[in-house]
C-alpha cells in the first residue's frame, strides 16, 4: 500500500521520460495532476517520440489516451477528472475536437459529470495541434 | 444534504448547456473547479448564445458575472476562490481589464484575501477578447 | 500558529504589490497556489518593477526565483509543488528554457518528484519572455 501523503511520480509504461525534469503525473494524497500531454504515440526505447499522425482526429485520440494513461498508472479514471484544459493551435479546429471529445466520452461510459473545461488557442511546436492536461481528485 | 464526496456538475440556471460533453462547474468535497467562461449573456432557451457586446468592459463583467453564478450554484462565493486564470487576446487590454477588475472586486466585499491570478494572451474564437476559469477551495 | 482552514494571502517581501486586485500566493489548508510570476527583480519601493534582463536564461532564473520566494513565505517548498505552468513568447525557446530548468532543479536537490508540467506558446507583455505559476500541496 502506497504511503498517499507523500508525493509520488506517476510514470506510465508507454511513456517517453519527459524532455525536461518534470513528471507526467504526480499524486499526492487525493490529488492528481496530469501534466501536459501531446499526440505522441507509446514510446519506442531508443527513439524520438512519433506524434500520432498529421490529423487532428489522430492527434485529439492519441492525447486523451495519453491522459487516461497516466490518471490509470496514478490510480484514477476519468470520472476522478475535474478539470481539462485544453489546448489548440487554431481555433477552426474547435467544432471537429468537440465532435472527436464527445465521441471519446460516450465511449468511456462515465457514471460521474462530465469535468469542467477550458479550451484556448496557443502555440504549440512544429506538427502538434493539440495539447491537454488535467487535474484529478480521487474519491 | 448533498454528498460532498461525490463528483457532481455544477450547473447555473442562467448557462446555455456546454458546447461540447463538459461541466460549467464540478465539485467534489471541498474543491469546485469552474470552466472557462466567457461574456454569454444569460441563456435563452431555443437560441444560439448572445456575447452581452463588443467591448472588453461588457465581456469582462458578463465573464466574471458567469464565474460567479458558477460559483453560487456550487455552494461557494469569490472569498473561496484560490486562482483566476484569465485570458486576453490583446496585450493592449492588460491596463483596462485591471481597471474593470479592480472595480469589481472592490464592489464584492471580499472578506479574505483575493485570489491569486495568471493573466496570458492567446486567440479566442471570433468576437470574444475574454475567457476566465477559476480553481476554489471551500472552507 | 496560523489557522490552516482560512484563506490568507501569500506575500514575499521582495515582490511588489500586484498591477491589480490579486494576490501573489494564496494558501488555504494545505494547498497553495502561486499567481503567474515573472522575471521582476525584486521589488525597490517607490519605482516601477524592472525585468531581470533581456535574457530568457535572465528571465527564467528570476521567475523562478519568484515562484520559490511565495513558496516559502507560504510555508511550502518545490518539493510540495504539484504542477507548473510555463508560459513562453516563442517555440524557438523551448530547449533552452529546458536547459536552464533542469540545471535549476538539480541544483535544488528535490527530496520528492519533480512537479508536472505544461508548456504552452502565447503572447505576454512587451520584454517578457516567460512566466510562471504553481500549484502545490502540502505534505
Redesign the interface.
Known sequence: MSDQ?????VVPATHAA?????????R????L????QVGFLPAVPGEAPTVAGPTLREQTLQTLANVKSVLEAGGASW??V????V?LTD?AH?AEM?EI??TY??EQNLK???????????????GLLI?I?A?A?L?
Chains 1, 2, 3 share one sequence.
Not at 495532476?33 to 501536459?36: C, H, L, M, P
Open positions: 501523503t507523500a508525493k509520488t511520480a519527459p524532455p525536461a525534469k518534470f513528471s507526467h503525473g504526480v499526492k494524497g487525493n490529488i495532476q496530469v501534466a501536459g470520472d476522478d475535474m478539470m481539462l484544459r489546448y481555433v474547435f468537440n471529445y464527445n466520452f460516450d460521474d459529470a462530465p469535468a469542467a473545461r477550458t479550451t484556448v488557442y496557443v502555440g504549440l511546436p512544429a495539447e492536461d487535474l481528485v474519491g
